[in-house]
């Protein structure tokens, strides 16, 4: 079975320093994409930051990298440089064969000025 | 954008009712899927669609059914409403190559409350 893991639910981050949300997965398929999403408190899903099992690379956008380590099974996003307009929920989620999709729970994250 | 339309957005109704959520995407996307989502469940897949009529159950699929008789609309139907399908409903649509990563694209979300 697929399983995606947030364990934090809620973080706090003073505004300008860096944060990791944590995400763990497991699962026996050898091909998957691992995704992340922003919640705000408005409620629309945002689509931040993609990494395929494949690449070589930790993918990066901006002020969002995800550091991927694939023999822990971990996909953690890592935000710099916090701005108060990232509070809101963050969800993990990962793209399985047949093109299903699986999230987990989330992680609130509020900024502090 | 995507374009994802949820109707309704908003919805009451009383348990034992039937309910239908429409999703219609203007994309041409092959896969649409139905999530509910619940506080400290996160979004949990109910239904996706991988073609017109080619349907599959996800994880949280009883008391729900669907149909997809066009690319373009995937309906999401509870034959008799419960207080415990009182959630936020999300559409989403992917392609095989939709986006650069075929990612997922959400509609707004209908909020359904069962009383």
């Known amino acids: 079975a697929q399983k995606i893991t947030q364990t934090q639910p809620g ?3 003073q505004e300008k ?8 997965y497991d ?18 899903m945002i689509f931040l930051i993609y990494q395929g099992s494949y690449d070589q690379q930790n993918a990066t956008e901006g ?5 991927f380590q694939k023999a822990r099974k971990s996909a953690n996003l890592v935000i710099s440089a916090s701005q108060l307009g990232d509070s809101a929920m963050y969800f993990c989620a990962m793209r399985f064969t047949g093109n299903q999709f699986y999230f987990g729970t989330g992680t609130s994250l509020t900024v502090i000025p | ?13 009383e348990t ?14 092959r896969y649409m899927y139905w999530y509910r989502q619940d506080p400290g469940h996160g979004l949990r897949l109910i239904h996706y669609s ?3 009529k080619d349907t599959d159950k996800g994880e949280v699929s009883d008391g729900y059914s669907v149909s997809r008789s066009k690319t373009e609309d995937f309906l ?4 008799s409403a419960t207080s415990s399908q009182t959630s936020v409903y999300f559409c989403a649509i992917s392609g095989t190559s939709g986006g650069v990563t075929g990612e997922l694209f959400f509609g707004e979300g209908s909020r359904l409350t069962v009383l």
């Not at chain 1, 002020?63 to 550091?67: A, C, E, K, P, V």
């Open chain 1, 63 to 67: 002020r969002y990298s995800l550091n």
């Open chain 1, 11 to 13: 973080m706090f981050v």
């Open chain 2, 50 to 52: 991988y073609g017109v």
């Open chain 2, 1 to 13: 954008d995507a374009g994802i339309t949820q109707s309704p957005r908003h919805k009451v109704t």
């Open chain 1, 17 to 24: 320093e860096a944060v990791t949300l944590d995400c763990t």
């Open chain 2, 76 to 79: 999401l139907t509870l034959e």
């Open chain 1, 27 to 44: 699962t026996s398929d050898p091909s998957y994409g691992l995704f992340w999403y922003k919640q705000p408190s408005s409620g629309e």
């Open chain 2, 16 to 29: 034992g009712t039937p309910v239908t959520l429409r999703c219609h995407q203007t994309e041409n996307h």
